[in-house]
Nanobody, 126 residues
């Protein structure tokens, strides 16, 4: 099964930048979409950005023009580049893999399968 490992969160001043990375391990897979979500205290989890296997991207209005989502060539890592950060971007960020199928331990498992990263804290100070 896929294991997701996130990295790159931290504390930054307003106007600064952070780069979040989420790497998948444990199986071969084909994905439908990869995404980043965030959840601030007292608020519901919301979609920040997503990218499809065809390369189409989608962004929340609040981050358009500031955040960029991308994958590596092997398409087993999703990255969120966050620029011009604002205090309202403070939240725990989670990556999400929406899979069409997985292959591990010699067997094929048709999906859909949905996996979440462990979450990484992003704090933007004013």
């Amino acid at each position: 099964q896929v294991q997701l490992v996130e990295s790159g969160g931290g504390l930054v001043q307003a106007g600064g930048s952070l780069r979040l990375s989420c790497a998948a391990f444990g199986s071969r897979f084909k994905f439908n979409a990869l995404g980043w979500y965030r959840q601030a205290p007292g608020k519901e989890r919301e979609l920040v950005a997503s990218i499809t296997s065809g390369g189409s991207t989608n962004y929340a209005e609040s981050v358009k023009g500031r955040f960029t989502i991308s994958t590596d060539n092997a398409q087993n890592t999703v990255v969120l580049q966050m620029n011009s950060l604002k205090p309202e971007d403070t939240a725990v960020y989670y990556c999400n893999f929406d899979l069409v199928w997985e292959y591990y331990s010699g067997s094929y498992y048709p999906g859909p399968w949905h996996y979440w990263g462990q979450g990484t804290q992003v704090t933007v100070s004013s």
